[in-house]
């Protein structure tokens, strides 16, 4: 399995920023692919996961709830984590992962399968 996360970057406090997960190599139906992150300093977060088959999400973070959203294209095997109304706090590098047993309602223990991150910097 394998998971690329770009669309990373430098934003502006107000702005948006729409990052992209490129999936390849899973074999079970209907993985759970999340989206977390990483400030530094501090432990890495849940956000927002997705099923792939039935495009069904569940929010982890509650500081995120109304400005994230996320999607999949499974013709692209493809999620996008788009964000609005970006707040200097939510700088960190962002991950996606994939979970093949256990849906989204899980510990994000049972992510077995990462990216390699890309930075968000949200700054004036």
């Known amino acids: 399995v394998q998971l690329q996360a770009s669309g990373g970057g430098l934003v502006q406090p107000g702005g948006s920023l729409r990052l992209s997960c490129a999936v390849s190599?899973?074999?079970?139906?209907?993985?759970?692919i999340g989206w977390f992150r990483q400030a530094p300093g501090k432990e890495r977060e849940g956000l927002l996961c997705?099923?792939?088959?039935?495009?069904?999400?569940?929010v982890y973070a509650g500081s995120v709830k109304g400005r994230f959203t996320i999607s999949r294209d499974n013709s692209e095997n493809t999620v996008y984590l788009q964000m609005s109304s970006l707040k200097p706090e939510d700088t960190a590098v962002y991950y996606c992962?994939?979970?093949?047993?256990?849906?989204?309602?899980?510990?994000?223990?049972?992510?077995?399968?990462w990216g390699q991150g890309t930075l968000v910097t949200v700054s004036s």
């Open positions: 992962a994939v979970n093949t047993l256990t849906g989204c309602y899980t510990d994000i223990a049972d992510f077995a399968f």
């Open positions: 190599g899973v074999t079970v139906d209907d993985p759970a």
């Open positions: 997705i099923r792939r088959r039935s495009g069904g999400s569940t």
